[in-house]
C-alpha cells in the first residue's frame, strides 16, 4: 500500500510539474492598441492571461500606443519585419491604413483561420462588417482584419456647450434652425459676454468641411488631407448623391467656394481660435479647449453615446451633439477599427484564437476594457459599472479601438439597455450608394504624393478660414491642376463606375 502511494504521490508531482512547466512554455503574443491611456496593466494582464492559458494557449503582451506615438510605432513595426508584434490595430484612416498595408502585404489573410476558429467571432459580428473587411489584399481576395462591432456609422455633429448656451439666451433649437450659416450672431453674442479672448466656435476643420458641404472621405484616397469627396444627397444619405454617383475635386466644387467664404468671415470676426490653422498646434489647441468646455458650438465626429462618456462628462458643463445629417454607413467607418495579425508573427494561430475570444467573450472584453472588478470598478446595485476613479487613471484604453464593444456590460453613466439602443442606432443606419469602394491609388501614386504637398500648403489655413478664399483658392486649385488632378480625378471615377457596375 505504502509503495502503490508513493508511486501515486510521485506521478502526481510529475504531472503537476509538467503542467507547470506546460504553463511557463507558453508563446507570448503581443497585440499593439491605439489611443490608449495605460501606465498600470499589471492586474490586467495577470488576470487575463490565467483566463486565456488554456482558451488561446500563450500569453498577452499589450503595446498601448498612444494618440501621439501609435503611428510611428505601427508602421516601423509592420515596415521592419518585427516578428514581437502579432496584432496591431489598423483601420481606414491610421498611418498602417488597412487597405494599403494589406495590399503592401504586411497584414496575414485571415480565411483559413476563420474557416478553423472563427465561429465564435462570425456569430458576434455582423455578416456587413465581415463584409467591409473583405478586399483585395497581397494573397487575393479575403479577410485580412477583425472588424470591431463599434459606431459603424458615421454622424457628424454640433458640439454644443449648453451650459454657457443657455447663459446667452438661445437653445438648441436656435442651433438646429439657424446652421452654419447663421451662427454668426450667436458667435457674436458670445464674444460680447465671454470677452475678446473666448473663441466661441471650436472645429476640426475637415471635419468642418464635410459637415458643411455633405461630403464624405473616399477610402484609398490621400489620408492626411483629402483630396475627393463624394457629396450625398442630404434628404437621403442612400440616395443617388447630389452630383449623381461621382467623385470630385471636393475644392472645386460650388459648395466648398461658399464654405470657405462663409469660414473666413468668422475668422476675421475672431471666432476661430488662430492655433486651430496651424498644423502643429491645432489637435492640442481643440483638445484642451474641448476639456474645459471653453468653446460655445464645436465639430465632433459622432458615436452613439458619446455624451455619456467620461471624457465628455469631466467637461464640468452640460453637452449636446445636434446631428447634421442622418447616420451613414460608409467605407470608412465600417473598416473604422481593426486588429491585423502581422504577416512576421510567429504566432498567427496563437493571436487569431485571442482576437476572436477578445470579440465573442465578454468576461475578457470587459477585463481588457474596463480592468479588474473590485480594483478598477465595481456593480452597483442594478448591475452597473461604476469606476474607480484612481485606479481608471491608471487604465484607461480607448474601447472603441478594441474590438467588440456591444458585449460590454452598461455603465451608470450610460444607464441600463445602453447596450441595446447602441446596437439598435447603428442597424438602423443607412448605407451610402458607393458602401464598400476602396479607391486603389497604386497606379495614380506619384500624382497623389504631388497633390498631397499641395493641399499641405492650403487646405488646412482655408478650411480654418485663416486666408482669403478670394485669393488663395484660385491659386489652390491652379497648383493641384499642375499636380495631376484630373488623372488623379478620372482614375478615381473609372474604378468607381466600375465598383457600382458590378
Given at each position: ?69 501609435f503611428d510611428e510605432k505601427a508602421v516601423n513595426a509592420l515596415v521592419t519585419g518585427d516578428s ?419
Amino acid at each position: 500500500m505504502k509503495k502503490f502511494l508513493s508511486i501515486f504521490l510521485s506521478l502526481a508531482l510529475m504531472l503537476s510539474l509538467c503542467s507547470f512547466a506546460h504553463a511557463d512554455d507558453l508563446p507570448t503574443i503581443t497585440i499593439m492598441f491605439h489611443g490608449s491611456n495605460v501606465s498600470d496593466d499589471k492586474a490586467v494582464l495577470e488576470a487575463v492571461n490565467e483566463y486565456i492559458a488554456d482558451k488561446v494557449g500563450a500569453k498577452l503582451e499589450v503595446v498601448w500606443g498612444t494618440w501621439g506615438d501609435f503611428d510611428e510605432k505601427a508602421v516601423n513595426a509592420l515596415v521592419t519585419g518585427d516578428s514581437d508584434v502579432d496584432m496591431v490595430f489598423t483601420c481606414s484612416w491610421s498611418s498602417d491604413e488597412y487597405n494599403s498595408f494589406a495590399k503592401q502585404g504586411y497584414f496575414l489573410k485571415l480565411d483559413d483561420l476563420m474557416e478553423q476558429y472563427g465561429a465564435d467571432l462570425k456569430a458576434a459580428i455582423p455578416e456587413s462588417l465581415m463584409q467591409a473587411a473583405t478586399i483585395e489584399g497581397a494573397d487575393g481576395k479575403g479577410i485580412y482584419a477583425v472588424n470591431g462591432f463599434k459606431d459603424t456609422a458615421t454622424q457628424n455633429t454640433w458640439d454644443v456647450n449648453v451650459t454657457l448656451l443657455q447663459e446667452l439666451g438661445y437653445t438648441l433649437d436656435d442651433v438646429k434652425n439657424l446652421g452654419f450659416y447663421g451662427f454668426g450672431e450667436i458667435f457674436a453674442k458670445a464674444k460680447e459676454v465671454k470677452g475678446d479672448s473666448f473663441y466661441p466656435f471650436l472645429i476640426e476643420p475637415m471635419v468642418l468641411e464635410r459637415m458643411v458641404t455633405n461630403s464624405i472621405i473616399i477610402a484609398g484616397d490621400a489620408g492626411s488631407t483629402n483630396l475627393l469627396s463624394y457629396y450625398l444627397n442630404p434628404e437621403d444619405v442612400s440616395a443617388e448623391g447630389a452630383y449623381g454617383n461621382k467623385i470630385l475635386n471636393k475644392f472645386a466644387t460650388p459648395e466648398y467656394k461658399a464654405f470657405a467664404e462663409k469660414v473666413h468671415e468668422y475668422y476675421e470676426a475672431g471666432y476661430i481660435n488662430p492655433a486651430l490653422a496651424v498644423a502643429e498646434t491645432s489637435n492640442d489647441t481643440r483638445a484642451n479647449a474641448q476639456k474645459t468646455a471653453d468653446y460655445l458650438i464645436g465639430t465632433q465626429s459622432y458615436a452613439y453615446g458619446y455624451e455619456y462618456s467620461a471624457e465628455v462628462l469631466a467637461r464640468g458643463a452640460e453637452v449636446s451633439f445636434v446631428p447634421c445629417t442622418d447616420a451613414y454607413v460608409d467605407t470608412t467607418a465600417s473598416q473604422g477599427a481593426m486588429m491585423a495579425i502581422s504577416s512576421a508573427s510567429e504566432h498567427p494561430e496563437e493571436s487569431f484564437k485571442f482576437l476572436v475570444l477578445l470579440n465573442s467573450d465578454p468576461y475578457l472584453m470587459t477585463l481588457m476594457n474596463y480592468g479588474v472588478e473590485g480594483v478598477h470598478y465595481t456593480r452597483n446595485a442594478d448591475g452597473l459599472i461604476e469606476f474607480n476613479a484612481d485606479a481608471r487613471a491608471s487604465y484607461s484604453p480607448w474601447t472603441n479601438g478594441m474590438g467588440n464593444v456591444t458585449i460590454l456590460p452598461d455603465t451608470a453613466a450610460e444607464g441600463a439597455g445602453f447596450r441595446e439602443a447602441f446596437k439598435a442606432y447603428y442597424a438602423g443606419a443607412k448605407g451610402i450608394p458607393c458602401l464598400g469602394f476602396v479607391f486603389d491609388n497604386t497606379d495614380v501614386a506619384n500624382e497623389m504624393a504631388a497633390l498631397g504637398n499641395v493641399a499641405a500648403q492650403y487646405a488646412l489655413a482655408l478650411d480654418c478660414g485663416a486666408v482669403d478664399p478670394a485669393t488663395e483658392l484660385p491659386l489652390f486649385l491652379d497648383a493641384l491642376e499642375a499636380a495631376g488632378m484630373q488623372t488623379y480625378l478620372d482614375a478615381a471615377n473609372a474604378q468607381l463606375e466600375a465598383y457600382l457596375a458590378k
